[in-house]
């Protein structure tokens, strides 16, 4: 059996589940790195500076989120920077 596919929202490449981390977005609008927590969430490559700024400038986190809140992804890009 092969392992689950998903597609980054930075490069737009498919890899496997375990190359990639998830992204999700609570009830309240709390963005936090989950792979269990329910909600849209979106898939990013791991330790990837270039996917963490293409998914930014392409807005790839609005569309994973379905939503349009650039305060919201300004805040979300200096915490995602600062983990790293």
């Known amino acids: 059996m092969s392992a ?11 890899r496997e589940q375990s190359t990639l981390s998830r ?11 989950s792979r ?7 898939w990013i ?3 990837s500076s ?7 400038s392409t807005r790839g986190f609005d569309r994973a989120f379905a939503s349009r809140s650039s305060n919201k992804n300004t805040n ?3 915490r995602l920077t600062m983990a790293k």
């Not at 689950?4 to 498919?14: D, M, Y």
């Not at 992204?23 to 790195?33: C, I, L, N, T």
């Not at 269990?36 to 979106?42: E, F, I, P, Q, Y």
Request: hydrophobic share 35%; proline share 2%.
């Open 50 to 56: 270039v996917c963490l700024d293409k998914a930014f």
């Open 45 to 47: 490559c791991t330790n």
């Open 4 to 14: 689950p596919i998903r597609t980054c929202v930075g490069c737009r490449s498919r």
């Open 36 to 42: 269990t927590d329910a909600g849209r969430g979106a």
């Open 23 to 33: 992204y999700v977005r609570d009830d309240a609008g709390v963005v936090r790195a």
């Open 76 to 78: 979300l890009r200096n």
